[in-house]
């Protein structure tokens, strides 16, 4: 490590030398790239790129300054995952920073005492119960201590500058403080940071966050330990166990049980990825608490049984459908915290497995939705079981991720969130960040009959993701990295865009760009409606459909033949996202 001065303080958020980066959803050329959901945090992930520093040491300068310019999604108030690609020693390892359980919570935590019912959802979201132990802050430290060449201090330097010195209020920012307006308003702290005058702040105004500043500049002074049992800690025990309720609050939420000691004692966990096989490349995922590298993996394992580049589109977009209502039958229930749940990972991963699973499509009619899980231990043969599962359903609301990569070829797919936008909708008071409402990714009560639920709260443990951070290799070197924020739909967005390039062999703009569709086990396919529309032959194998507007929101990058980096975001979905290279070419 280094303790090299990466910015110097300047007077304009942009910081001396560096040009005022423009938005823009796709840039091609050399020496690392950052895509990420606003302009500030790409702007700094490549002056940290251009200055020397590794994909990790950008990776960390990026997710430090979307926790002040992307504050309802990111920041230390939340978890995420992390994938390296490491150039050096040509392998891809992963960091688990997602959020647990506090000690004092159990399989009951959504069980109100007065009724022995479960809170209603929205009642845990917006609380101190739903809050988990935040861990991206320590993900950042052990990326750097892993695979950087900067001190924490250094790479948090942007970041305090974009907080103390402010940024302009985007559209995208306003819309979701204002769909999030009745819940913020339910908290002082959140209130007075975000409802400056009792209102969002306009578009194109300045938004300061000092108190954000000052944390951070804490932490460069103090350690982590600051925030994991120090005085930052203390707050935000303190604020999940007592929210700062506004003094016209019309909610009375259940209070938090997340402690000082929980701060103490949360670890990041160094994993091994999950990998998959697909066609001519290598898929590596992020391994369960997440069922993103599951999930994604088990999906291409079955599709890979189809010729979907020789298959008509419609057919193989019903093979694409068919696959996910099966892996994700299978994600619900077997895929929980490893660390309190047999998770048959390798099982799951098999092609053996696939091949069982594969049989049970129809290639020409829509299998009714739910359909059961099968047995990853125990295969057995093809004939189809009766559909027995319960509907479940998820929300799909929306995190942040990003991908960098340095001139090396070191790469980083970090997929980080507070859960819902805004998370719990409470500000830390005089810390300027959201604290997550992560551990209503739990099932509040069992969802399997009579078999085990494996996502079921209990102290310490993490609740199933589905972010899925990948990273694919071909001929060993590093190809794509993508990954995006939606809920459950990730894995679908994640395994739609490989599809759209790696067998229809679109660009990846066009990957990325293409209507999405999401079959997550359920009666209904949930599209887009220009995938409604493009794909009306679906609809003779009898799939239906939900509309939503937007599906997704990814952050990819390509590898060339040329040993270009293409760095690829959304033109359009979430008001479109940043892309970057420190040398771009036309
Ligand atoms: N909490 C979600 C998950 O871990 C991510 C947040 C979102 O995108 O909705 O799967």
Redesign the pocket.
Known sequence: MTGALLVAPAASATPEGSRELPKVPVAKGYGGAVVSDTVQATQAGLDVLRRGGTAADAAVAVAAVLGVTDPNMAGIGGGGYFVYYDAKTRKVSTIDGRETTPAAGDQNLFINPATGQAYPFADAVTSGLSVGTPGNLAVWERALQRWGRYDLDEVLKPAIRVAEQGFPVTPQLRKEIEQNQPRFKQFSSTAALYLPGGAPPAVGSTLRNPDLGKTYREIARNGTRAFYGGTIGRDVANAAQNPPLASDATINPPKGKLAIGDLRSYRTLDQAPTHVRYRNVDVYGMAPS?SGGTTVGESLNILERFDLKKAPRDQALHFYLEATKLAYADRGRYVGDPKFVNVPTSQLLSDSYAAVRACRIDPIRATPAPVAPGNPLNPGDCTPPPPSATPTSE?????NHFVVADARGNTVTYTN?L??VGGSGIVVPGRGFLLNN?LT?FNFTPTQGTAPDPNLPAAGKRPR???SPTIVLKDGKPWLALGS????T?ITTVLQILINRVDFGLSLPDAVAAPRATQRNTPAVTAEPAFITANPLLARYGHTFTEQAEIGAAATLEFTDRGQILAVGEPTRRNGTSAGVVHPVR
């Open positions: 997440s929300n799909e609301v929306h995190t969130t859960e819902q992560e990714d993701s589905s972010m924020p939606g809920g459950s990730i």
